[in-house]
């Protein structure tokens, strides 16, 4: 073939390469083989695939540990911490009530947390770093303890069945009991008196000359120390302490058993 020739043939058979978009192995002019040479025509190129980002996972949302209608000592810890820290001042009541969900939105958004009102457990740990392990009379500052079992002496009449340990007052007849009360009792300097007593008298308007201050439904039963209604221990809880007498802070409840407990039943103070 000649020269001419052949040089038109190679033109034709790149023509049918760049159409079909094919590979060429290309030669030197002496025969020797290249390379590959990609050959594309302009918008036959398969386009590029593009890598897209990943989406960044959302940042799960904190685990919601209590909220409000919740009960029972969780809540009990919990109203008490805030009280540490000044967010709460009622209770500790152990219901997640209204003043709660207000004092944890009020913890929360002091620190930067979404305002929820519910407890979760980042609000939890923030909360834990800033206040110590409350002790079971500040989860019962208020009262709501659980009452002990009764002493053997208040299993029989009509008693008045009050324990310092865990710091209630059981009405009790012939055994069983029909009214249980948090009590409060005498400091260190002036203690309440155990062992067993009968209510000698009893004054519904009291006032104390002594130490000036009122003693409604006061029903004594050692000396001037009395079971009466005190406005302090309803104001304060256990963070005050009588003189001797043993304290009530239900008024209502203390006006009931009032009616109910006659002069000479029996009162039991024991631990």
Known sequence: MRTGDMRRAVAALAVVVVAGGCTVQATDGDGKSRAPVRIEMPGSASPTPRTTPPTPASATPAKVLWSRGDSGRDIRELQARLRQVAWIFEGPTGTYD???????????????????????????????????????????????????????????????????????????????????????????????????????????????????????YAMFFSGGQAVHYSTDFAARGYAGGSHGCVNVRDEAAISELFDEVRTGDKVVVHW
């Open 98 to 216: 209204d003043a709660t969900v207000d004092a944890v939105k009020g913890f929360q958004g002091k620190r930067g947390l979404p305002k929820t009102g519910e407890t979760d457990s980042v609000t939890w740990q923030r909360l834990l770093r800033m206040t110590r392990e409350p002790g079971k009379w500040e989860l019962y500052l208020m009262g709501g303890q659980p009452a002990d079992a009764p002493d053997a002496r208040c299993m029989t009449g009509r008693v008045l069945c009050i324990s310092k340990s865990s710091r209630t007052l059981r009405w009790m007849v012939d055994g069983r009991t029909l009214e249980t009360l948090p009590v409060r009792f005498g400091t260190d300097s002036t203690p309440t008196r155990e062992g067993v007593f009968h209510v000698y008298w009893k004054s519904r308007d009291h006032y104390s000359t002594l130490y000036h201050s009122p003693m409604p």
